[in-house]
Nanobody
Framework: QVQLVESGGGLVQPGGSLTLACVAS??????????MAWYRQAPGKEREMVAD?????????FYGGAVKGRFTISKDNDKNTVYLQMNNLEPGDTGVYYC????????WGRGTQVTVSS
């Protein structure tokens, strides 16, 4: 059973930065065989995609419209870890951030809270 554990959330002022990490375990094959992504859910809203890899386009990263140009997704296959670098954070970025893995199934982490407030 794939397990995903997120970390790095917290309280940050508008314009600040945070880096989230998600470590995967219980994999049945190498980490690079899994499609990894970040989602978020703001209070009262549906969960939305934040960052993902386009497996059709050589795993090129792509982003939700609200974060494009400010967030960067990356992977360290040796550490079974996917990261989300978040810059120039805005109050609208507040929410619970979830790590997602897909390979003949879908797995979610429990999430990490990000709060952007002055």
């Amino acid at each position: 059973q794939v397990q995903l554990v997120e970390s790095g959330g917290g309280l940050v002022q508008p314009g600040g930065s945070l880096t989230l990490a998600c470590v995967a375990s219980g994999l049945t094959t190498t980490f690079d065989a899994y499609r990894m992504a970040w989602y978020r859910q703001a209070p009262g809203k549906e969960r939305e995609m934040v960052a993902d890899f386009d497996i059709v386009n050589r795993n090129r990263p792509f982003y939700g419209g609200a974060v494009k140009g400010r967030f960067t997704i990356s992977k360290d296959n040796d550490k079974n870890t996917v990261y989300l670098q978040m810059n120039n954070l805005e109050p609208g970025d507040t929410g619970v951030y979830y790590c997602n893995a897909r390979r003949y199934g879908v797995w979610w982490g429990r999430g990490t809270q990000v709060t952007v407030s002055s």
